[in-house]
Protein backbone atom coordinates (compact mmCIF):
# COMPACT_ATOMS: atom_id res chain seq x y z
CA UNK A 1 0.00 0.00 0.00
CA UNK A 2 1.11 3.35 -0.87
CA UNK A 3 0.10 4.80 2.11
CA UNK A 4 2.16 2.48 4.80
CA UNK A 5 5.30 2.16 2.76
CA UNK A 6 8.28 0.49 4.77
CA UNK A 7 9.31 3.48 7.01
CA UNK A 8 12.43 5.48 4.77
CA UNK A 9 15.20 7.06 6.67
CA UNK A 10 15.66 11.28 7.50
CA UNK A 11 18.13 11.28 4.13
CA UNK A 12 15.88 10.04 1.73
CA UNK A 13 13.32 11.94 2.44
CA UNK A 14 15.29 14.88 2.93
CA UNK A 15 17.25 14.16 -0.64
CA UNK A 16 13.38 13.90 -2.22
CA UNK A 17 12.37 17.32 -0.20
CA UNK A 18 16.01 18.93 -1.94
CA UNK A 19 14.97 17.43 -5.82
CA UNK A 20 11.35 18.34 -5.62
CA UNK A 21 12.23 21.83 -4.41
CA UNK A 22 15.17 22.20 -7.44
CA UNK A 23 12.49 21.01 -9.74
CA UNK A 24 10.06 23.55 -8.64
CA UNK A 25 11.88 26.45 -7.94
CA UNK A 26 9.28 28.42 -9.96
CA UNK A 27 6.60 27.44 -8.09
CA UNK A 28 3.56 29.46 -6.57
CA UNK A 29 4.02 30.84 -2.81
CA UNK A 30 1.71 27.77 -1.84
CA UNK A 31 2.46 24.15 -1.18
CA UNK A 32 2.43 21.48 -3.77
CA UNK A 33 -0.49 19.50 -3.03
CA UNK A 34 0.83 16.00 -4.63
CA UNK A 35 4.18 16.47 -2.75
CA UNK A 36 5.47 12.12 -1.89
CA UNK A 37 7.95 13.57 0.64
CA UNK A 38 4.39 14.08 3.04
CA UNK A 39 3.50 10.34 2.67
CA UNK A 40 -0.40 10.42 3.91
CA UNK A 41 -0.57 13.14 1.18
CA UNK A 42 0.11 9.82 -1.99
CA UNK A 43 -3.27 8.77 -2.01
CA UNK A 44 -5.43 12.73 -1.23
CA UNK A 45 -3.90 15.15 -3.86
CA UNK A 46 -6.14 15.52 -6.56
CA UNK A 47 -4.67 14.74 -9.92
CA UNK A 48 -6.90 17.45 -12.03
CA UNK A 49 -5.97 20.83 -11.91
CA UNK A 50 -8.58 22.99 -10.16
CA UNK A 51 -10.75 24.88 -12.45
CA UNK A 52 -10.82 28.44 -13.13
CA UNK A 53 -14.19 29.95 -12.16
CA UNK A 54 -15.41 33.28 -11.78
CA UNK A 55 -16.72 33.53 -7.89
CA UNK A 56 -20.37 34.30 -7.52
CA UNK A 57 -21.81 36.49 -5.21
CA UNK A 58 -22.34 34.10 -2.25
CA UNK A 59 -18.42 33.47 -2.70
CA UNK A 60 -16.86 36.55 -2.37
CA UNK A 61 -18.98 36.88 0.74
CA UNK A 62 -18.51 35.01 4.03
CA UNK A 63 -19.62 33.91 7.20
CA UNK A 64 -19.87 36.47 9.86
CA UNK A 65 -18.86 35.53 13.70
CA UNK A 66 -19.66 38.30 16.01
CA UNK A 67 -19.11 38.71 20.07
CA UNK A 68 -22.01 35.68 20.41
CA UNK A 69 -19.66 32.85 18.92
CA UNK A 70 -16.61 33.72 21.12
CA UNK A 71 -15.39 34.10 24.51
CA UNK A 72 -12.82 36.61 25.33
CA UNK A 73 -11.42 34.05 27.62
CA UNK A 74 -10.44 31.70 24.74
CA UNK A 75 -8.00 33.20 23.87
CA UNK A 76 -5.48 32.62 26.85
CA UNK A 77 -5.00 29.02 26.13
CA UNK A 78 -3.02 29.40 29.84
CA UNK A 79 -6.12 29.81 32.06
CA UNK A 80 -8.58 27.23 31.18
CA UNK A 81 -7.59 24.86 34.31
CA UNK A 82 -7.42 26.03 37.76
CA UNK A 83 -3.21 25.56 37.69
CA UNK A 84 -1.07 26.63 35.23
CA UNK A 85 0.35 24.56 32.17
CA UNK A 86 4.11 24.19 31.68
CA UNK A 87 6.26 25.70 29.43
CA UNK A 88 7.12 28.66 28.02
CA UNK A 89 4.20 31.16 28.35
CA UNK A 90 4.53 33.55 25.50
CA UNK A 91 2.40 35.75 24.04
CA UNK A 92 1.65 35.12 19.96
CA UNK A 93 0.20 38.07 18.18
CA UNK A 94 -0.13 39.74 14.66
CA UNK A 95 -1.74 41.21 12.20
CA UNK A 96 -4.16 39.75 9.04
CA UNK A 97 -4.76 41.72 6.12
CA UNK A 98 -5.33 41.51 3.25
CA UNK A 99 -3.37 41.56 -0.16
CA UNK A 100 -3.70 44.81 -0.81
CA UNK A 101 -3.38 45.57 3.40
CA UNK A 102 -6.37 46.49 4.40
CA UNK A 103 -7.44 44.78 8.11
CA UNK A 104 -9.46 41.91 8.09
CA UNK A 105 -11.63 43.26 11.33
CA UNK A 106 -13.74 41.31 13.54
CA UNK A 107 -12.89 37.46 11.85
CA UNK A 108 -12.51 34.56 13.73
CA UNK A 109 -9.18 32.97 14.32
CA UNK A 110 -8.85 29.51 15.84
CA UNK A 111 -5.54 27.56 16.79
CA UNK A 112 -4.33 24.69 18.51
CA UNK A 113 -1.45 23.17 19.42
CA UNK A 114 0.67 20.37 21.31
CA UNK A 115 1.27 21.47 25.12
CA UNK A 116 5.52 22.06 25.64
CA UNK A 117 6.15 18.21 26.24
CA UNK A 118 4.81 17.77 22.51
CA UNK A 119 1.73 16.24 23.58
CA UNK A 120 -1.43 16.82 21.88
CA UNK A 121 -4.68 16.36 24.52
CA UNK A 122 -5.64 14.28 21.60
CA UNK A 123 -7.22 10.39 22.14
CA UNK A 124 -4.99 9.79 18.57
CA UNK A 125 -1.62 11.03 20.17
CA UNK A 126 0.48 8.38 20.94
CA UNK A 127 3.50 9.90 21.43
CA UNK A 128 4.66 8.87 25.11
CA UNK A 129 4.77 12.46 27.03
CA UNK A 130 3.53 13.54 29.73
CA UNK A 131 -0.36 15.25 29.02
CA UNK A 132 -0.19 18.17 30.93
CA UNK A 133 -3.35 18.61 33.08
CA UNK A 134 -3.57 22.70 33.32
CA UNK A 135 -3.30 22.88 29.10
CA UNK A 136 -5.43 21.51 26.49
CA UNK A 137 -4.27 23.78 23.72
CA UNK A 138 -7.22 25.11 21.81
CA UNK A 139 -8.13 28.71 21.48
CA UNK A 140 -9.93 31.21 19.46
CA UNK A 141 -10.40 35.39 18.80
CA UNK A 142 -12.04 37.46 16.84
CA UNK A 143 -9.32 40.15 15.31
CA UNK A 144 -10.03 43.81 16.44
CA UNK A 145 -10.65 46.46 13.97
CA UNK A 146 -6.98 46.62 12.85
CA UNK A 147 -6.92 43.56 11.92
CA UNK A 148 -4.92 42.04 15.12
CA UNK A 149 -5.51 39.19 16.93
CA UNK A 150 -3.43 38.17 20.58
CA UNK A 151 -3.01 34.80 22.38
CA UNK A 152 -1.56 33.83 25.33
CA UNK A 153 -0.27 30.38 25.31
CA UNK A 154 2.70 28.16 26.25
CA UNK A 155 5.49 27.09 23.54
CA UNK A 156 4.88 23.44 21.86
CA UNK A 157 7.37 21.05 21.89
CA UNK A 158 8.13 19.39 18.78
CA UNK A 159 7.06 15.33 18.40
CA UNK A 160 7.93 12.73 16.88
CA UNK A 161 5.64 11.22 14.06
CA UNK A 162 5.31 8.61 11.72
CA UNK A 163 5.90 9.64 8.36
CA UNK A 164 9.41 8.08 8.51
CA UNK A 165 11.85 6.96 10.52
CA UNK A 166 13.25 8.97 13.24
CA UNK A 167 10.47 11.65 11.82
CA UNK A 168 10.08 14.76 14.20
CA UNK A 169 7.86 17.71 13.51
CA UNK A 170 9.06 21.29 14.18
CA UNK A 171 7.34 23.08 16.91
CA UNK A 172 4.31 24.64 15.05
CA UNK A 173 1.15 26.15 16.09
CA UNK A 174 -2.05 25.56 13.95
CA UNK A 175 -3.57 28.48 12.75
CA UNK A 176 -7.41 28.46 11.46
CA UNK A 177 -8.36 31.41 9.24
CA UNK A 178 -11.38 33.51 7.66
CA UNK A 179 -10.83 36.15 5.60
CA UNK A 180 -12.85 38.43 3.51
CA UNK A 181 -15.00 36.00 1.33
CA UNK A 182 -15.06 32.68 1.01
CA UNK A 183 -11.85 31.82 -0.89
CA UNK A 184 -9.64 33.23 1.20
CA UNK A 185 -10.09 30.93 4.12
CA UNK A 186 -7.22 28.98 5.00
CA UNK A 187 -5.45 26.79 7.48
CA UNK A 188 -1.92 26.89 7.89
CA UNK A 189 0.49 26.33 10.72
CA UNK A 190 3.00 28.89 12.14
CA UNK A 191 6.34 28.20 12.62
CA UNK A 192 9.32 29.27 15.26
CA UNK A 193 12.92 30.73 14.03
CA UNK A 194 15.96 29.19 14.09
CA UNK A 195 13.82 25.48 14.31
CA UNK A 196 16.38 23.03 13.48
CA UNK A 197 13.44 20.25 12.16
CA UNK A 198 12.00 22.73 9.56
CA UNK A 199 14.67 21.51 7.16
CA UNK A 200 13.77 18.08 7.70
CA UNK A 201 10.21 18.30 7.75
CA UNK A 202 8.31 17.72 4.30
CA UNK A 203 5.29 19.55 5.55
CA UNK A 204 6.98 22.54 5.58
CA UNK A 205 9.37 21.69 2.59
CA UNK A 206 5.84 21.28 0.77
CA UNK A 207 6.17 24.67 0.11
CA UNK A 208 8.98 25.01 -2.46
CA UNK A 209 9.30 28.57 -2.39
CA UNK A 210 11.65 29.46 0.51
CA UNK A 211 10.01 33.05 0.45
CA UNK A 212 7.14 31.50 1.24
CA UNK A 213 8.42 29.45 3.57
CA UNK A 214 9.64 32.59 5.46
CA UNK A 215 5.97 33.70 5.96
CA UNK A 216 5.11 30.85 7.89
CA UNK A 217 7.96 31.84 10.68
CA UNK A 218 7.16 34.02 13.58
CA UNK A 219 9.43 36.42 14.58
CA UNK A 220 10.81 36.83 18.29
CA UNK A 221 9.37 41.20 19.38
CA UNK A 222 10.93 42.15 22.73
CA UNK A 223 8.91 44.74 22.30
CA UNK A 224 5.86 42.14 22.97
CA UNK A 225 7.79 39.99 25.18
CA UNK A 226 6.50 41.33 28.41
CA UNK A 227 8.65 41.80 31.87
CA UNK A 228 8.71 38.76 34.29
CA UNK A 229 6.23 37.40 32.91
CA UNK A 230 6.16 36.13 28.95
CA UNK A 231 8.13 35.80 25.84
CA UNK A 232 6.32 37.70 22.61
CA UNK A 233 6.20 36.41 19.09
CA UNK A 234 4.60 38.20 16.36
CA UNK A 235 3.06 36.41 13.38
CA UNK A 236 1.22 38.68 10.60
CA UNK A 237 -0.85 37.04 8.10
CA UNK A 238 -2.07 37.68 4.73
CA UNK A 239 -5.18 36.65 3.23
CA UNK A 240 -5.51 36.51 -0.44
CA UNK A 241 -6.66 33.37 -2.81
CA UNK A 242 -3.74 34.42 -5.25
CA UNK A 243 -2.08 32.29 -3.26
CA UNK A 244 -1.73 29.31 -5.41
CA UNK A 245 -2.56 25.57 -4.89
CA UNK A 246 -0.56 23.43 -7.13
CA UNK A 247 -1.29 20.13 -8.42
CA UNK A 248 0.77 18.42 -10.72
CA UNK A 249 -0.78 16.09 -13.47
CA UNK B 1 -7.34 46.46 -7.19
CA UNK B 2 -3.54 46.37 -6.61
CA UNK B 3 -2.49 42.81 -5.10
CA UNK B 4 0.86 43.91 -3.77
CA UNK B 5 1.33 41.65 -0.26
CA UNK B 6 2.09 38.14 -0.94
CA UNK B 7 -0.57 35.24 0.53
CA UNK B 8 0.11 33.33 3.65
CA UNK B 9 0.87 29.60 2.35
CA UNK B 10 -1.59 27.43 3.60
CA UNK B 11 -0.48 24.14 5.46
CA UNK B 12 -2.25 20.46 5.86
CA UNK B 13 -4.93 20.50 8.77
CA UNK B 14 -3.36 17.75 10.43
CA UNK B 15 -4.72 14.41 12.45
CA UNK B 16 -5.46 17.03 15.21
CA UNK B 17 -7.90 19.34 14.37
CA UNK B 18 -10.99 17.67 16.58
CA UNK B 19 -9.00 19.17 19.70
CA UNK B 20 -10.41 22.58 18.35
CA UNK B 21 -11.91 23.07 15.33
CA UNK B 22 -15.31 20.76 15.16
CA UNK B 23 -17.78 21.93 17.57
CA UNK B 24 -21.14 20.92 18.95
CA UNK B 25 -24.20 22.17 16.40
CA UNK B 26 -21.46 23.16 13.55
CA UNK B 27 -23.34 20.23 11.35
CA UNK B 28 -27.03 21.96 11.94
CA UNK B 29 -26.94 25.04 10.11
CA UNK B 30 -31.05 24.37 10.84
CA UNK B 31 -31.88 22.01 13.64
CA UNK B 32 -32.55 18.40 12.03
CA UNK B 33 -36.55 18.02 11.57
CA UNK B 34 -37.78 21.49 11.70
CA UNK B 35 -39.54 23.34 7.85
CA UNK B 36 -37.64 22.99 5.32
CA UNK B 37 -34.27 21.85 6.67
CA UNK B 38 -32.82 19.45 4.62
CA UNK B 39 -30.02 16.64 4.80
CA UNK B 40 -26.89 17.10 2.68
CA UNK B 41 -24.47 13.97 3.41
CA UNK B 42 -21.88 12.23 2.03
CA UNK B 43 -18.74 10.48 2.10
CA UNK B 44 -14.96 11.90 1.59
CA UNK B 45 -13.02 9.17 -0.48
CA UNK B 46 -9.16 8.90 -1.18
CA UNK B 47 -7.58 8.02 -4.64
CA UNK B 48 -7.81 4.24 -3.41
CA UNK B 49 -11.42 4.94 -2.92
CA UNK B 50 -11.13 4.21 1.09
CA UNK B 51 -12.85 6.78 3.34
CA UNK B 52 -11.27 9.82 4.97
CA UNK B 53 -11.87 9.55 8.75
CA UNK B 54 -10.50 12.59 9.52
CA UNK B 55 -11.38 15.33 7.05
CA UNK B 56 -13.57 18.30 7.84
CA UNK B 57 -15.91 20.10 5.46
CA UNK B 58 -17.64 24.04 5.69
CA UNK B 59 -20.33 24.51 4.19
CA UNK B 60 -21.20 28.21 2.70
CA UNK B 61 -24.21 29.03 1.05
CA UNK B 62 -27.04 31.22 0.49
CA UNK B 63 -30.20 30.87 2.17
CA UNK B 64 -33.94 29.60 0.61
CA UNK B 65 -34.63 33.23 -1.30
CA UNK B 66 -30.83 33.63 -2.39
CA UNK B 67 -29.32 36.20 -0.80
CA UNK B 68 -25.76 36.09 1.09
CA UNK B 69 -26.66 35.25 4.59
CA UNK B 70 -24.49 37.69 6.93
CA UNK B 71 -25.60 37.03 10.53
CA UNK B 72 -23.11 35.67 13.26
CA UNK B 73 -23.94 33.24 15.82
CA UNK B 74 -22.52 29.68 13.79
CA UNK B 75 -20.51 28.68 16.78
CA UNK B 76 -23.47 29.21 19.15
CA UNK B 77 -26.45 28.82 17.47
CA UNK B 78 -29.67 29.90 18.82
CA UNK B 79 -31.81 27.67 17.00
CA UNK B 80 -33.33 30.61 14.96
CA UNK B 81 -30.67 32.58 12.68
CA UNK B 82 -30.19 31.26 9.75
CA UNK B 83 -26.05 31.90 9.45
CA UNK B 84 -25.51 30.07 6.00
CA UNK B 85 -22.10 28.27 7.64
CA UNK B 86 -21.52 25.08 9.06
CA UNK B 87 -18.81 22.85 9.90
CA UNK B 88 -19.00 19.15 10.07
CA UNK B 89 -16.20 16.40 10.28
CA UNK B 90 -16.21 12.97 9.13
CA UNK B 91 -16.54 9.97 11.22
CA UNK B 92 -15.08 6.74 11.07
CA UNK B 93 -16.64 6.10 7.83
CA UNK B 94 -15.76 8.89 5.97
CA UNK B 95 -19.42 10.02 6.76
CA UNK B 96 -20.27 13.40 6.93
CA UNK B 97 -23.77 15.48 7.21
CA UNK B 98 -25.34 18.80 7.62
CA UNK B 99 -28.76 19.69 8.35
CA UNK B 100 -29.36 22.67 6.74
CA UNK B 101 -31.61 24.67 4.44
CA UNK B 102 -31.87 24.72 0.26
CA UNK B 103 -29.99 27.40 -1.14
CA UNK B 104 -31.78 29.81 -3.74
CA UNK B 105 -30.35 31.11 -6.75
CA UNK B 106 -27.43 33.52 -6.28
CA UNK B 107 -28.68 35.50 -9.04
CA UNK B 108 -32.80 35.17 -11.17
CA UNK B 109 -32.28 31.92 -13.14
CA UNK B 110 -28.79 30.75 -11.73
CA UNK B 111 -28.31 27.38 -10.67
CA UNK B 112 -28.07 27.47 -7.28
CA UNK B 113 -24.99 25.38 -5.16
CA UNK B 114 -23.65 25.01 -1.70
CA UNK B 115 -19.98 26.35 -1.26
CA UNK B 116 -17.37 23.47 0.28
CA UNK B 117 -14.03 23.64 1.39
CA UNK B 118 -12.49 20.55 2.31
CA UNK B 119 -8.98 19.91 4.64
CA UNK B 120 -7.84 17.10 5.34
CA UNK B 121 -4.88 14.81 7.43
CA UNK B 122 -2.64 14.20 3.90
CA UNK B 123 -4.19 17.42 2.20
CA UNK B 124 -1.38 20.10 1.91
CA UNK B 125 -3.87 22.82 1.50
CA UNK B 126 -7.65 23.65 1.39
CA UNK B 127 -9.78 22.63 -1.43
CA UNK B 128 -12.95 24.11 -2.41
CA UNK B 129 -15.83 23.44 -4.81
CA UNK B 130 -19.48 24.15 -5.30
CA UNK B 131 -22.22 21.48 -4.89
CA UNK B 132 -25.15 21.82 -7.24
CA UNK B 133 -28.51 20.81 -7.00
CA UNK B 134 -29.94 18.12 -10.11
CA UNK B 135 -32.08 20.85 -12.12
CA UNK B 136 -33.14 22.68 -14.98
CA UNK B 137 -30.79 25.81 -14.81
CA UNK B 138 -27.70 23.78 -14.71
CA UNK B 139 -27.07 23.80 -18.32
CA UNK B 140 -26.79 27.32 -18.53
CA UNK B 141 -24.21 27.32 -15.73
CA UNK B 142 -20.84 29.35 -16.79
CA UNK B 143 -19.15 26.27 -14.79
CA UNK B 144 -20.90 23.30 -15.27
CA UNK B 145 -21.09 24.19 -19.02
CA UNK B 146 -17.75 24.50 -19.70
CA UNK B 147 -16.85 20.95 -18.18
CA UNK B 148 -17.14 17.82 -19.96
CA UNK B 149 -19.96 15.57 -18.89
CA UNK B 150 -17.77 12.94 -16.51
CA UNK B 151 -16.50 15.93 -14.77
CA UNK B 152 -19.63 18.35 -14.72
CA UNK B 153 -21.21 14.86 -12.58
CA UNK B 154 -18.74 15.44 -10.01
CA UNK B 155 -20.08 18.62 -9.18
CA UNK B 156 -24.12 17.44 -8.98
CA UNK B 157 -25.99 16.26 -5.38
CA UNK B 158 -28.06 13.33 -5.96
CA UNK B 159 -31.57 14.06 -5.30
CA UNK B 160 -32.92 11.89 -2.31
CA UNK B 161 -36.19 11.73 0.26
CA UNK B 162 -35.29 14.35 2.56
CA UNK B 163 -32.10 16.13 0.89
CA UNK B 164 -29.21 15.30 -1.18
CA UNK B 165 -26.09 13.03 -1.31
CA UNK B 166 -23.16 13.84 -2.70
CA UNK B 167 -19.87 12.46 -1.98
CA UNK B 168 -16.36 14.07 -2.14
CA UNK B 169 -13.64 12.21 -4.41
CA UNK B 170 -10.39 13.57 -3.47
CA UNK B 171 -8.23 11.15 -6.52
CA UNK B 172 -9.18 9.27 -9.27
CA UNK B 173 -11.42 8.97 -11.75
CA UNK B 174 -14.44 10.07 -9.94
CA UNK B 175 -12.32 12.78 -8.62
CA UNK B 176 -14.70 15.85 -7.56
CA UNK B 177 -13.96 18.90 -9.40
CA UNK B 178 -12.01 21.37 -7.33
CA UNK B 179 -11.90 25.26 -7.98
CA UNK B 180 -9.81 27.97 -7.91
CA UNK B 181 -10.92 31.93 -8.40
CA UNK B 182 -9.73 33.35 -11.97
CA UNK B 183 -7.30 35.71 -11.75
Keep these: MPDNPPLDTQES ?21 DYRPYRSSILRHPAFLPVQVEP ?8 VFGARDVDPADADLTAQHPGEPLGERMIVTGRITDGTGRPVAGQ ?6 ANAAGRYAHSRDRHPAPLDP ?50 ERVVTQMYFPGDPLLPLDPIFGSIPDT ?39 | MTESLPATPGQ ?6 GLSLPYGGGPELVPPGTAGAIRLHGRVLDGA ?94 LLSGLWPERRRTLIATAEPGGYAFDVVLQGADETVFLESRP
Design chain 2, 12 to 17: TVGPFF
Design chain 1, 108 to 113: LVEVWQ
Design chain 1, 56 to 63: EEVELAGP
Design chain 2, 49 to 142: GEPVPDALLELWQTGPDGAVVQEPGSLNRDGWTFTGWGRAATDNAGHWSFSTLTPGPGRPGAAPFFALTVFARGLLDRLRTRIYLPGDSLPEDP
Design chain 1, 211 to 249: AGQQRLLATYDHGVTRPEWSTGYRWDIVLTESRRTWTES
Design chain 1, 13 to 33: ISAEIASIATAHEKAGPGPLL
Design chain 1, 134 to 183: NFTGTGRCLTDADGWYRFVTIKPGPYPWRNHLNAWRPAHIHFSLFGRDFT
